[in-house]
Structure formats: C-alpha cells, structure tokens
C-alpha cells in the first residue's frame, strides 16, 4: 500500500508531501490544475516511462519519495530478494532526475537499476485508464490474467515441468542423431583402424620390453666372442688343469712336508672353488646370449610396427591399447546407434503425451474458469448500465510452450448481434472505462497488496451510470487500496478520503500543490464540481445529499 508520496522540484510542483490511507482516495481539481503532474510524478519513482523534461524551470534537480507498506506475503518481496536489496516492512523508493536528464535511484538507501525498479513497481502498483496500455488492454498479458484469476499457479508448473522435460528429450534425440551421422561419416576409418589395432594387439609396456630386449641381444653379439674365450681360460684347457695338477703335486708331498704345505693345499683349494665360481657364471653369462638371429628379426619387426602405428595414429605407443578400445567403443555405437535412435524416440513420444496431456489438462480449466469471468464480467457491467454489453474470454490455439498451447483475448461487443472485437479498440471512452472497471473488479480477488490507481476511468459517463461506477470503486477499495483521479462527483462523494488538486499562479510563477480537504470542504468541491464556478446551496444541497448517499 502507498503510504506517503514527497515531491520536490517536479514540473509545476515546489513541494509537496502528501500521505495515503487504505480504502478509496479521490483526487479531484479542475481541468488544468495538475492532476497528470502527480501521476507523472508517481509515475517517475516507479521506474516507468513518460515525460523526458520533468525538472521544475530554474531547479537544478527534482525528486520524489514513495513510501510503501510491503504485508509478509507482497510480491515485491521476491523481487527485492532477487536484487539483493535488504527487505523491510516498510519500502522507501527515491529517483532524482538532474536539469540535464540523468536519472538515478535508490531502494531502501540502496542504489538501483531501471530495470530493478520497474520490475518491483509492477507488484506494487497498477494505472487504469482509457489510455491503459501497461495492463488489462494489452492482449499479451490476457492469458496470465486469465490463470490468476483461475488459481492456475500449480497447473501452470506442471506444464512447465512438461515443456521442459519435452525440450530435454528432444535435445538429447537431436545430439544422438548429429553423433550417429558423425560415426556414419567416419565408418570406414574407424572399421579399418580397429581392425589394424586388433590385429596388432599392442599391449600397455610392451614397447619398453622389446626395446630392452633388442639392445640386449645386439649386445650379446658384440660379447659373446670375448665372454667364450675367458671360458675357456678358466676351464680345464686353461687355469683349472695347472691348478689341478698343482693341487695334486702338493696333496702327494704333504706327507714329508711336517705341515709346511698345509696352508698352501688351503689356499689354493679356496682359489680352485673361485675358480669354478667364475666358470659357473661365466658359462650361464654365456648361455644367456645365446639366441636365435630370426628370434632378433622378428622382435625388431614389431617393435618397429608398433611404433609406425603409433605415429600414424598420433599417440605413444603405449596408447595403442586405450585408442583402440576407445575406436571400439565408437564403433560399437555406430552399430547400436538405431536401437539407440529408437529409445530416444520413445522418451521424446512419452514428453510429447506427457505435455499434451498437462497442457490439455490445463486448457479445461481455462475454459471454465473463462466462462465463470465471462458470467462474472456480465453481473458487473449490468450495475454499470451495459447490460446489453457481451465480455467474451476468447481461447485459441497458439504455438505449444511452456505456458501451454493456449492464447488468450478479452473481446467485447458493445451492440446486441454485433461481432466481438478487441477491447481496446470496439469499446468508446465511457464504455472502455467501465468494461476495464468491471474487469479489474472480477480479477482483483487473485492480487493482495496492490495500489490501484484509476486515472478519469469514469470520464464520459454520469448521471446513474456514474454513481454505479463509483460504487464499484468504493467496493474494489473495501479491501484494498484505491486513488482515483475523477471529474465526478457522483464518485467524489464517494471517496473515503478525499484531495483536491489545485493550481497557484504568484509573482508569475504557477505552481500546483495537493490539499487534503476536511468534511466541509469536500462539500464545497463536489457542490462546484455540481454545479460549476458559482457554488450555490442548492449545489451544496445536492453535495451533501451525494455524501449521504454513499
């Protein structure tokens, strides 16, 4: 709810401060008094879009103040939370605009985009007039309008739930379908090069193993020779036969030696052990060098094929083994594509029913929560003298979506046996202002914590017709919030509350200012809004006979 409005240096505004109450707050004044500078001034704290020069002449900048109680459950909460900006009961918008056009705003001290601004002004505002294109004329916004009132929110998300799940299904059959033709396209390389990996069967390490093995047999070669002959220095053609006689020649003059060979006979028996020692291992040093010449040809050829297609394919030759499982694996879903294919089909058939059936589902219930507002909007307009008047919820088909495969249109026919139409174009001014009356009425019950604001939406009516949209008025504020800008009096009399708008003109300077009347005046404007320039006591009379009324 709109609790204050301050305003400095705004147009033909010095200063004025003004304070709002619940209910139904009239604001009348006569024709050029600046009624449309106050809502242009409103208008600004909001975010949205109107004059580009509001700069009072010879002020440097003008600024307005908005005030607004925010209830625990208001909308503008959500948004203030998206935005970062600390939450409070009370919401405190201030825009600033420079002599030389440069805007900028804060919410709650904070400073804020545009954008932010506009986006919160929606759930805390709305302007209803013959000229109203930011709500119930625009047919883009007749479906959203048609779901609140329905209670649709829960529906609404099941659809969207659907949409999604639809357009997941279908990206992920679409990028199983460009996978599939890229495998298509390369079959033939991938066919070749497994079965050349396959044939191959390199093994992780085995290049390491056969090159170690390669450079230990051409070592071999160049050794062997020279490792043959110190065997055969150390065998019984070389040192082990002089040192066995030598052992046999001292064994047989031990015994007239009195022990002096003992020591000796020891010595050599040890170096006769070392001796077969080093033959031993010498000879198996020998044996492992022995090899096959065809044994080296062979090891070299795959050690040279393993590591040509290696080269080939771009990878260590220890990647051979992984590369071809990885072409495998491709291939294998090159030939399990179509049954893959087909899956996929059946989960995009399964979303596609799933969301026909959702949406399907929540079409009805458009449908009969079209026809309740139809019924709805037809005990409205007969207390406003148009009950020769048609509401029609129109519903058709639209391209499917996330809100469903619905559009929806308010049409109107003003005439018995003539064709609906648009509402903002079939309707005049009087009759366009008491339909968009009677519409706000059937969809007000869907909002909370909303300020509506009705800019002359009475314009072009009186008499009985009048009262009877004043009347309407006065019940739509009976829960909310209301301003009216009115020439009425029949709604003036009506007000809970009540200001007049007038304009000044002193040493030159015209200046408008807002004054809350008291009861005794509100007598005053409505008798001159009665009767004109010369109030009279009939006039007042009359007034008075009005605010008793109401």
């Known amino acids: 709810m709109l609790r204050g409005l301050d305003i400095r240096d705004m147009l033909l505004i010095d200063r004025l401060e003004l304070e709002f109450q619940p209910g139904l707050n009239v604001l009348t004044g006569e024709t050029g008094a600046g009624k449309s500078i106050l809502l242009?001034?409103?208008?600004?704290?909001?975010?949205?879009?109107?004059?580009?020069?509001?700069?009072?002449?010879?002020?440097?900048?003008?600024?307005?103040?908005?005030?607004?109680?925010?209830?625990?459950?208001?909308?503008?909460?959500?948004?203030?939370?998206?935005?970062?900006?600390?939450?409070?009961?009370?919401?405190?918008?201030?825009?600033?605009n420079t002599a030389d056009g440069r805007k900028t705003s804060w919410?709650?001290?904070?400073?804020?985009?545009?954008?932010?601004?506009?986006?919160?002004?929606?759930?805390?505002?709305?302007?209803?007039?013959?000229?109203?294109?930011?709500?119930?004329?625009?047919?883009?916004?007749?479906?959203?309008?048609?779901?609140?009132?329905?209670?649709?929110?829960?529906?609404?998300?099941?659809?969207?739930?659907?949409?999604?799940?639809?357009?997941?299904?279908?990206?992920?059959l679409d990028a199983a379908r460009k996978s599939l033709d890229a495998l298509r396209a390369e079959e033939e390389y991938l066919?070749?090069?497994?079965?050349?990996?396959?044939?191959?069967?390199?093994?992780?390490?085995?290049?390491?193993?056969?090159?170690?093995?390669?450079?230990?047999?051409?070592?071999?070669?160049?050794?062997?020779?020279?490792?043959?002959?110190?065997?055969?220095?150390?065998?019984?053609?070389?040192?082990?036969?002089?040192?066995?006689?030598?052992?046999?020649?001292?064994?047989?003059?031990?015994?007239?030696?009195?022990?002096r060979l003992d020591a000796p006979i020891e010595a050599l028996s040890r170096a006769m052990d070392a001796l077969a020692e080093a033959e031993q291992g010498t000879a198996a040093a020998l044996d492992s060098l022995d090899f096959d010449p065809y044994e080296l040809e062979t090891l070299e050829e795959r050690l040279f094929a393993i590591r040509g297609l290696a080269r080939k394919h771009d990878v260590l030759p220890d990647g051979l083994a992984e590369l071809g499982q990885t072409l495998r694996d491709r291939l294998d879903a090159l030939d399990?594509?179509?049954?893959?294919?087909?899956?996929?089909?059946?989960?995009?058939?399964?979303?596609?029913?799933?969301?026909?059936?959702?949406?399907?589902?929540?079409?009805?219930?458009?449908?009969?929560?079209?026809?309740?507002?139809?019924?709805?909007?037809?005990?409205?307009?007969?207390?406003?003298?148009?009950?020769?008047?048609?509401?029609?919820?129109?519903?058709?088909?639209?391209?499917?979506?996330?809100?469903g495969r619905d559009s929806v249109?308010?049409?109107?026919?003003?005439n018995p046996g003539a064709p609906a139409g648009p509402l903002g174009k079939i309707a005049?001014?009087?009759?366009?202002?008491?339909?968009?009356?009677?519409?706000?009425?059937?969809l007000t019950e869907a909002q909370s914590g909303l300020t509506m604001i009705f800019d002359e939406i009475d314009r072009g009516v009186g008499g009985a017709t009048a009262d009877a949209v004043g009347r309407r008025l006065a019940a739509l504020a009976t829960d909310a919030q209301v301003l009216v800008v009115t020439h009425s009096p029949q709604v003036a009399a009506l007000g809970a509350h009540?200001?007049?708008?007038?304009?000044?003109?002193?040493?030159?300077?015209?200046?408008?200012?807002?004054?809350?009347?008291?009861?005794?005046?509100?007598?005053?404007?409505?008798?001159r809004m009665l009767a004109g320039d010369t109030v009279t006591a009939q006039a007042r009379a009359a007034a008075q006979a009005l605010i008793d009324a109401g």
Not at 201 to 223: C, F, K, N, V, Y
Not at 409 to 414: D, K, L, S
Request: charged share 30%; hydrophobic share 45%.
């Open 428 to 442: 005049s001014g009087g009759e366009l202002s008491r339909f968009l009356l009677a519409l706000k009425v059937c």
């Open 498 to 527: 009540h200001w007049r708008v007038v304009k000044r003109v002193a040493e030159d300077v015209t200046t408008t200012d807002v004054v809350p009347l008291a009861a005794s005046d509100r007598i005053d404007e409505i008798a």
């Open 191 to 259: 066919r070749h090069a497994v079965s050349e990996i396959e044939a191959l069967a390199p093994e992780p390490g085995e290049d390491a193993s056969l090159d170690t093995r390669r450079r230990q047999m051409q070592a071999g070669a160049r050794i062997r020779e020279d490792i043959a002959r110190a065997l055969d220095a150390l065998g019984s053609g070389g040192a082990e036969g002089p040192m066995i006689d030598a052992a046999r020649w001292l064994d047989a003059a031990s015994a007239h030696a009195e022990g």
């Open 107 to 172: 919410i709650n001290d904070r400073r804020a985009s545009g954008e932010v601004l506009r986006r919160l002004s929606e759930t805390l505002v709305e302007l209803h007039g013959q000229h109203d294109d930011r709500g119930l004329l625009d047919p883009k916004g007749h479906r959203a309008l048609l779901d609140a009132f329905a209670d649709n929110d829960a529906r609404l998300e099941a659809v969207a739930q659907a949409w999604r799940a639809r357009a997941e299904a279908r990206r992920a």
């Open 336 to 403: 399990g594509g179509a049954r893959g294919l087909a899956d996929l089909q059946a989960a995009v058939d399964q979303a596609d029913e799933r969301y026909a059936t959702a949406s399907e589902t929540l079409r009805g219930i458009r449908q009969a929560a079209a026809a309740r507002l139809d019924r709805a909007m037809a005990a409205e307009l007969a207390p406003l003298k148009m009950d020769r008047a048609v509401f029609e919820t129109r519903l058709d088909e639209a391209p499917p979506g996330p809100f």
């Open 40 to 96: 242009d001034s409103l208008g600004f704290v909001l975010g949205w879009r109107g004059r580009a020069e509001l700069v009072r002449q010879g002020a440097e900048r003008g600024e307005v103040v908005a005030s607004f109680d925010l209830a625990p459950d208001h909308p503008g909460r959500a948004v203030l939370a998206e935005a970062g900006i600390d939450i409070e009961d009370e919401l405190i918008l201030r825009r600033v």
């Open 409 to 414: 249109e308010f049409r109107v026919a003003t």
